[in-house]
């Protein structure tokens, strides 16, 4: 199994003691701070002492804290410096502006892929846009085959700045997806703010929003099995339930890395260090397009 993706969504204590996340509310709850990769802070009447954040992040837990509308809002992220970390921090400083080209064209043509292998799995055809895809470079269409990807599976009228269940599914997976990415560079020494592609003019981790584009069809698969297996109305909100089944899905959900299957957080850092390394183009990622860990009837039921 996958380190855990908790989120707290109720008014309570947290403290920490002998490397356990300790819980109270109505009764004490123990977990111990080595099985959590990332803990979500939905209730901002939440008590939770800085020794207590202290212990959490020197673990190399995310803390993921929310607003008012419990939606993600801002981050805490650890620091540890090891000799690795900084041998890796030279080599951030040494990309020129060829490696960031060419790495930026990678992560955009494994995005592009993906999201044409769902549509396919849908049974829809895309050849055109594998055509395209061969002809151009994947920058150039990356914005087109986004636009064809959304539209195909949810309606000629869907787009991603509109408030429905669909879009409040995608957001919040791709916010819990760009910390753990976040995380994983900070931990393996990378600033956050040296990037390929997106600026730091309006997020402090811009490399972390390049490097996350590899695994949002995670969420975008999770988004449309959920929608069209319980036929989902989309005028919903982003029920407790749902948040749950989609956090118990990251957590469990693999992806295969060179032929073996890994947990997302495993296959965030190994891309990482495909990155570092500079052999990225050498190695291979590649996703299953049906979901096992969901559990239709029971989410069903909870609807």
């Not at 309570?12 to 009764?27: A, P």
């Not at 803990?39 to 959490?56: G, P, W």
Request: a neutral charge.
């Amino acid at each position: 199994m996958g380190w855990k993706i908790i989120e707290i969504d109720d008014k309570c204590i947290l403290k920490t003691f002998q490397s356990n996340l300790i819980i109270f509310k109505d009764k004490k709850i123990t977990i111990p701070i080595s099985d959590i990769d990332v803990l979500i802070i939905s209730d901002t009447r939440l008590m939770l002492s800085v020794n207590a954040i202290n212990e959490l992040v020197s673990f190399g837990v995310c803390i993921i804290l929310c607003n008012m509308k419990k939606i993600p809002f801002s981050y805490i992220l650890g620091y540890k410096v090891q000799k690795q970390s900084y041998v890796n921090f030279e080599k951030q400083l040494s990309w020129n502006r060829d490696f960031k080209d060419d790495c930026w064209n990678w992560i955009l043509g494994i995005k592009n892929n993906n999201q044409l292998d769902l549509l396919e799995n849908y049974g829809i055809d895309c050849s055109e846009q594998r055509f395209k895809l061969k002809e151009n470079d994947n920058s150039m269409l990356e914005a087109n085959i986004s636009n064809f990807f959304f539209k195909q599976l949810y309606g000629n009228n869907f787009n991603r700045n509109i408030d429905n269940i669909i879009n409040s599914i995608l957001d919040y997976g791709y916010v819990i997806l760009t910390n753990m990415v976040a995380r994983s560079l900070t931990k393996k020494g990378l600033n956050c703010q040296i990037s390929f592609y997106h600026g730091s003019i309006y997020s402090d981790i811009p490399l972390a929003y390049d490097v996350v584009e590899i695994f949002r069809i995670a969420i975008d698969l999770f988004a449309s099995q959920i929608y069209y297996k319980n036929k989902l109305d989309k005028k919903m909100t982003l029920t407790r339930d749902i948040k749950s089944c989609l956090l118990d899905y990251i957590s469990n959900y693999k992806i295969k890395i060179n032929g073996k299957y890994e947990f997302i957080n495993n296959s965030i850092d190994k891309v990482i260090d495909w990155i570092i390394k500079g052999d990225y183009r050498e190695n291979i990622i590649e996703y299953d397009y049906e979901i096992e860990s969901i559990n239709e009837t029971e989410l069903k039921e909870q609807i």
